[in-house]
């Protein structure tokens, strides 16, 4: 379904041009972490792209955290909740009451989809170390919100390693979703809460799919703490 199809049916217009706009605008948004070397944690992949300017614009670090979606039995696209690498989950109890979800299909599932962050974790660090979260203000960043569930799941993440302060960005979501973040985060910054909110995409004039290729390019870009060349990653997703 093509975007101008979707307008026609109430979902409001693009608010951003693209990604990096997004961070952009995202980044304006938070100058007041600006002299505190904030780091800057962008959810692959997606939400990499948007990362990269808010911590451009921060003079911040970047790095990357992924947590995969856990789908139901009856569809993948269906999620149950989402997990970390490190093994963190955030469950939609819910959906798992509802569809009647067997533990061990849940088991089953939460360990597939923690080896599939494991491997994209260790894909984008290359052999490099992580970036340490905890003392730092944290800015955990995404190119929007639609159900919130890997959101959860890297915050909860992230808190478990002790960070000073942590601020959930994203330049789009549903008001519900941005509100439920609040109970995940000290902050949430959310630039556009449409009423008629369909889905992320359609608030963006190019919504190009990222690739992997595109996240190695975006980390190798951005300067290394205290040097120069390619960014160190830590990462734990998928928007």
Do not use: W
């Amino acid at each position: 379904m093509n975007n101008d199809f979707m307008l026609g049916l109430g979902a409001s217009q693009a608010f951003f041009a693209d990604r990096a706009d997004a961070g952009i605008r995202l980044g304006k948004a938070l100058l007041q972490y600006r002299g505190q070397r904030p780091l800057v944690l962008g959810i692959p992949r997606g939400g990499v792209p948007v990362a990269a300017e808010v911590a451009r614009a921060l003079d911040g670090d970047l790095d990357v955290i992924v947590a995969r979606k856990m789908g139901s039995p009856v569809s993948p696209e269906l999620a149950m909740g989402a997990v970390t690498a490190d093994g963190v989950r955030y469950l939609n109890q819910e959906t798992i009451r509802d569809l009647a979800v067997p533990a061990e299909y849940l088991e089953d599932v939460a360990r597939e989809k923690s080896a599939e962050a494991l491997a994209r974790e260790r894909r984008f660090r290359s052999g490099r170390p992580p970036l340490a979260v905890e003392g730092r203000t944290v800015i955990l960043v995404d190119d929007g919100l639609a159900t919130g569930s890997t959101m959860i799941a890297a915050a909860r993440s992230i808190r478990a390693r002790h960070p000073a302060r942590l601020v959930i960005a994203v330049p789009v979501g549903p008001r519900d979703t941005c509100d439920t973040m609040r109970a995940e985060s000290d902050e949430v910054v959310c630039l556009e809460m449409p009423a008629n909110f369909m889905a992320v995409g359609l608030h963006y004039g190019d919504f190009s799919q990222t690739e992997d290729e595109d996240v190695d390019r975006i980390l190798r870009a951005h300067p290394v703490p205290g040097g120069s060349g390619a960014i160190a990653v830590h990462a734990a997703h998928d928007s």
